[in-house]
């Protein structure tokens, strides 16, 4: 199944979370923040007020509640505005 997002809206799909601490702890799946990293799978057209500025293939970084989750074929995705973008990580 084939995601085409509308107008100026992005499919994010999350980057893992980290399971080991920088100092070696191990964390339990239930102690795992939510990634707020995530790779750019595709995006919208685009609209005059809210051109596209990412493109499929960035990593990025998006407000923490922002979008809307969805699963396909057992992968789960985030459908959300370019607006929630914060930052593009190079």
Same mark, same amino acid.
């Given at each position: *199944? ?6 100026d809206?992005v499919?994010?799909?999350s980057v893992?979370?980290?399971?080991? !601490?920088? #100092?070696?702890i ?10 707020? *990293? ?13 051109? *596209? !500025? ?8 998006? #407000?923490?509640y922002?979008?809307t989750e969805v ?8 459908? !959300? ?10």
């Open positions: *199944m084939t995601i085409k997002p509308l107008a809206r499919l994010l799909k893992e979370a980290e399971e080991t !601490t920088k #100092s070696g191990i964390l339990a799946a239930s102690a795992q923040e939510k990634p707020e *990293m995530s790779e750019v799978v595709a995006v919208g057209p685009g609209t005059e007020k809210d051109p *596209m !500025t990412v493109k499929a293939g960035d990593k990025v970084i998006i #407000s923490k922002s979008g699963k396909i074929d057992g992968v789960e995705y985030t459908i !959300t505005s370019v607006k929630d973008i914060l930052a593009v990580v190079e």
